[in-house]
């Protein structure tokens, strides 16, 4: 596995202290007037245990045996924005709604973005994992407050030639083409964390990091030589395009990552074509 330098990301997604984070706190439905941020939130954590209180911060969500759900000052990653990690004293979060986590940051192995939480604010000690949080956050409602601009590639309406199968007939038809060799175009998309052909990929215009989108089957075997010609990621922590591959399909399920892909091509062969 390439190991990438950690970095402080940067502008508004994670200086958090730059920013003005307002919490409403409420006792019994009357407004308190107090306005915190982030910052202030845990210093007054005794006057404001049982109430509700509106915040802002980076929210991390990170799937594991224990999953990580906190609200931080901010996170640094690697350069292809992998192996998030809170900055400061996070405050555990429960009940965060998962059509918000669609809107935030998806490098691969975790979910992060900037988000306005309401909700009940508890202090004592005993949340999360093995009671590891001494604050936790129980969601009423929560929104983005980070606007991302996606950039997408996607595949069109393909056409391909005699012998060759286009990437969703290939998905929609899986059974068909079990154990066959196949030959199709598709994005292919690597990283630390994943090894895909995808339906497409989009990238955000602050951080750049790409993901997968659509359909996806797991790889293996890909040629490192044809990667090199494809868009490379600072120090190779991504790698993505668009390439024609031959290879094993199988289908079934249980592939890749956890187990948690449907089919997977094991490579012959590859061509980059599309000038990257």
Not at 168 to 184: H, I, K, M, P
Not at 217 to 226: G, H, K, L, T, Y
Not at 231 to 248: D, K, Q
Request: charged share 15%.
């Amino acid at each position: 596995m390439i190991q990438t330098p950690r970095r402080a990301m940067s502008l508004a997604m994670l200086l958090l202290s730059s920013l003005v984070l307002l919490a409403t706190c409420r006792s019994q439905g009357s407004a308190t007037g107090v306005a915190l941020n982030i910052s202030d939130l845990i210093p007054q954590a005794q006057m404001l245990t049982g109430q509700e209180v509106t915040v802002q911060g980076m929210y991390l969500w990170r799937p594991g045996n224990p999953d990580t759900s906190v609200l931080a000052n901010g996170l640094s990653t690697r350069d292809n924005g992998l192996d998030a990690q809170p900055l400061g004293e996070p405050i555990w979060v429960d009940s965060f709604p998962s059509e918000v986590k669609a809107n935030l940051h998806q490098p691969g192995d975790a979910i992060y973005g900037v988000v306005e939480i309401t909700g009940r604010f508890e202090m004592g000690g005993g949340f999360g994992p093995d009671g590891a949080y001494q604050y936790r956050l129980d969601v009423a409602q929560a929104t983005p407050t980070e606007q991302i601009t996606w950039i997408e590639h996607r595949l069109e309406n393909q056409t391909l030639g005699e012998g060759k199968v286009s990437f969703l007939d290939l998905q929609r038809n899986a059974q068909d083409y079990s154990d066959q060799t196949v030959t199709t175009q598709a994005y292919y998309f690597w990283n630390p964390a994943i090894y895909v052909l995808a339906e497409g990929v989009r990238t955000d215009e602050l951080s750049g990091n790409p993901q997968p989108m659509g359909a996806t089957i797991w790889v293996e075997n890909f040629p490192p030589d044809q990667s090199a010609s494809l868009n490379l990621g600072p120090n190779n922590s991504f790698v993505w395009g668009l390439v024609e591959v031959t290879g094993t399909f199988q289908t079934g399920g249980g592939f890749g990552k956890d187990g948690a892909y449907q089919s997977l091509l094991l490579v012959q062969s590859a061509t980059v074509i599309e000038d990257q």
